[in-house]
């Protein structure tokens, strides 16, 4: 059976995550790091020990806004990003908790407005996680203040290239 570290470095392929020899840059550049419960260099540290259970259950890693701040900063190039993007698969893959509310209903409604045009259609997405969410009200004065002030486009451009789009899709098997 194969360790929690050769499982995610299996999975993310490229620089092996035990390269990070903890520096905290990524931490240092990353702008949500004061939300997350545990920060980019902790979670690495925490899955080079094995806490399998404590990562995927963390809200980390469905904080990370996958900005790739940390990989550029990053001097080994570990690609926290797509370790982050990982991770938060294998917690759903594995039926852990996210440690956020909702995040897997907003995770699952934004990767279906991707899969349905490319791109985020912002009234789309908002619509299906509401719906997904059950919170319908909460935030409808700000979404139609933002809407009123041109924030929010009733319409969104359309990928050309949709073949491109749906073959990721296909080949991720989601």
């Not at 990070?20 to 080079?48: E, L, S, W």
């Not at 979404?143 to 990928?159: A, E, H």
Request: with cysteine; hydrophobic share 35%.
């Amino acid at each position: 059976m194969s360790s929690f570290l050769e499982e995610v470095n299996n999975r993310i392929g490229g620089v092996p995550i035990q390269s990070c020899y903890h520096c905290r840059k990524c931490t240092a550049g990353c702008p949500v790091a004061f939300a997350m419960d545990y920060n980019p260099n902790t979670v690495i540290k925490m899955i080079q020990m094995g806490m399998r259970d404590k990562v995927l259950g963390s809200s980390t890693i469905w904080l990370c806004a996958s900005c790739e701040t940390c990989v550029t900063r990053c001097p080994n190039d570990v690609d926290i990003a797509r370790m982050m993007d990982t991770l938060r698969e294998m917690a759903i893959e594995s039926g852990v908790s996210a440690g956020e509310k909702n995040i897997v209903k907003f995770h699952e409604a934004f990767l279906s407005n991707i899969k349905m045009g490319g791109r985020i259609n912002e009234p789309t997405m908002l619509v299906h996680y509401k719906l997904k969410s059950g919170d319908l009200f909460s935030d409808m004065g700000l979404g139609l203040s933002m809407f009123m002030k041109g924030k929010i486009k009733p319409i969104s451009p359309r990928t050309k290239d949709m073949d491109s789009v749906r073959k990721i899709f296909k080949s991720t098997g989601k």
